[in-house]
């Protein structure tokens, strides 16, 4: 090896160590100052799940947030949609507001809901995938419909939304992905077999999209992966706590958190690209030391956690009864502007 071959290495190992105490710098600075918020003016936004709990607060934040938007809002339930719609406009001062009675349980219904939206209110530049449900009981009590709509419903859903609206996105370098995971994702329970499933696989879906897009040098497209702890919603209204267990777990976890804190964040985030948002801050912290321990003393603290949650009678059930809609009020949307 001769000196000039062996300047370069060392000069090549300096730039990686200088890159490397920069990055740690760089993060360690965000802890104390999160960088800026980006404008989401002139932005067509999808929210699906938009007529309760999170997806509610996220379109109301949307609206806090800038009136220049176009928002879309997707739903089974198009009573409480377009109430949420007129509130929406009311609110918003200008926000265009089109609301879309849409079964994201199959392919074809996203797929012809997704040429209505972009032929009546223009391409999508943003999109939340909020949309979920939780059947609850064992895995052999749970019936074959339910596993099957929860898969579909939280994450095949992504799938097909994303084949609709990411060649959009990529055509001009400049978009957002926000996916609503959950710790679920990262930490499973009992008793909600396909809901932790699917949640496990939106985390790592959601991870090979992003690592995609950087091979592709689609750095204009930005996703992030939001992981919330139990959340004040018709989701989980049939949980009940043991007040004596919670009080052993960690300040933040003793308590559900509150829908519009929530949509406030997940906003605020998403706005300062962030790839991860997790609620409350904590989680990975725990899920780190979670690795640490022994195997043992991990599946101790998973159960004391799991048993603090008590499910009542299956009301929740309540919803595989109701009719999934496919619905395209068109006649109640505002025209696309040229």
Sequence with gaps: MDYQELALRILASINVFLRLIYWYLEALFRQFVPPPMKPIDGETIVVTGAAGGIGKEICRHLVRSSANIKLVLWDLNLRDLEKLAEELKKNGK????????????????????????KDTVGPVSIVFNNAGIAPTGNFLQLTNDQIEKTIDINLMSHFWILREMLPDMVSKNH????NICSMGGLKAAPLSFPYFAAKFAVNGYTETLKLELDMFKMDGIKVSTVYPYFVQTPLIKTLTTD??????????????????????????????????????????????????VPMKLRKQIQSHHSTSF?????????????????????NQMDKKEE
Aim: proline share 8%; aromatic share 12%; charged share 25%.
């Design 94 to 117: 200008g926000v265009k507001v089109f609301p879309f009675a849409v079964d994201i349980s199959t392919r074809e219904n996203i797929e012809a809901a997704s040429k209505l939206v």
């Design 175 to 178: 978009g957002r992905i926000i």
């Design 243 to 292: 007040k004596e267990k919670i009080r052993q777990m960690p300040g933040p976890f003793q308590k559900f958190l509150e829908p519009a804190e929530v949509g406030r964040k997940i906003v605020d985030g998403m706005r300062r690209e962030y790839e991860y948002i997790y609620l409350p801050a904590s989680i990975p912290i725990l899920t780190f030391i979670d690795y640490l």
């Design 310 to 330: 008590v499910y009542k009678d299956a009301e929740e059930q309540k919803m595989f009864n109701s009719p999934f809609l496919v619905t395209n009020p068109a």
